[in-house]
């Protein structure tokens, strides 16, 4: 007798049952995942399995699956006996990862710039004329619209740099990103002159592309520098309860 006639047949079903969780888990986590960076959910928000099944109408297997794998980007974070949170927002964190994201991204328009083509800069052009379009948020509680204006922020950004040929960059360049969105979104949703300050923001965004565009990397990266370092104190003011402007 081989050993594929004596496997227990219970392997085989929980083997075909394991492949039919993982759409879910992936459906789970992309849902959460949005909900962290750019939706309802907030620094500190508990994650009930319980209730995020009753919410998404999924099993609590890719729940869980879905919340390991976020805590592993560090979206979120599970203490003993207090469950999981949506990971807080500090302003020491602020300052590191605004830090760490100016030097990262100065590395990848660099290469860019030096690396774009026609396509890329076409890229640029198109992502850029979505952005400077894209509808604000009414209200605080507006999340599909921040949402929205968020991804066509996002991909402008990802325009940018995408041309720097190195696959380890990028993957830091997302992962700063993401948290970026984190603190960016508390921003977004506080803002007392949401209109004034984008247009501000979209003037900012014109100038670097143009930096690019003619491939000056000195002033694309002096410009991105002075972007990030005004996301970093408008949100450092709110986190510490001043004004923002």
Same mark, same amino acid.
């Given at each position: 007798? =081989? ?52 919410? %998404? ?10 919340? =390991? ?8 974070? !599970? +203490?003993?006996?207090?469950? =999981? ?17 100016? +030097? ?7 290469? $860019? ?13 198109? !992502? ?16 599909? =619209? ?28 997302? +992962? ?6 984190? %603190? ?6 506080? %803002? ?16 670097? $592309? ?25 949100? $450092? ?9």
């Amino acid at each position: 007798m =081989t050993a594929a006639t004596t496997r227990p047949a219970g392997g085989t079903s929980h083997l075909a049952a394991r492949a039919s969780e993982l759409p879910a888990a992936t459906t789970a986590y992309n849902r959460l995942r949005a909900e962290i960076l750019s939706g309802p959910l907030r620094p500190g928000d508990r994650l009930l399995p319980a209730a995020l099944r009753e919410r %998404y109408g999924l099993g609590l297997t890719p729940i869980r699956e879905a919340l =390991t794998r976020l805590a592993s980007e560090g979206l979120v974070e !599970t +203490e003993v006996h207090r469950g =999981t949170r949506v990971r807080a927002v500090t302003l020491e964190e602020l300052t590191d990862l605004m830090r760490t994201r100016r +030097e990262i991204e100065a590395l990848c328009l660099h290469s $860019a710039i030096a690396n774009g083509d026609t396509g890329w800069e076409g890229e640029i052009l198109r !992502t850029l004329h979505l952005l400077t379009h894209a509808a604000l948020p009414a209200s605080q509680e507006d999340h599909a =619209t921040a949402e929205i204006w968020e991804r066509q922020h996002r991909a402008f950004h990802h325009a940018l740099v995408a041309a720097c040929g190195s696959g380890w960059l990028m993957r830091f360049w997302n +992962e700063l990103a993401d948290h970026s969105e984190r %603190y960016r979104k508390i921003r977004l949703l506080n %803002y007392r002159s949401l209109a004034a300050d984008v247009r501000d923001l979209n003037v900012e965004h014109v100038a670097i $592309a143009e930096a690019v565009m003619k491939r000056d990397a000195a002033k694309a990266v002096e410009l991105m520098n002075s972007h990030l370092a005004r996301t970093q104190a408008a949100v $450092a003011r709110l986190l510490t309860g001043g004004e923002d402007r």
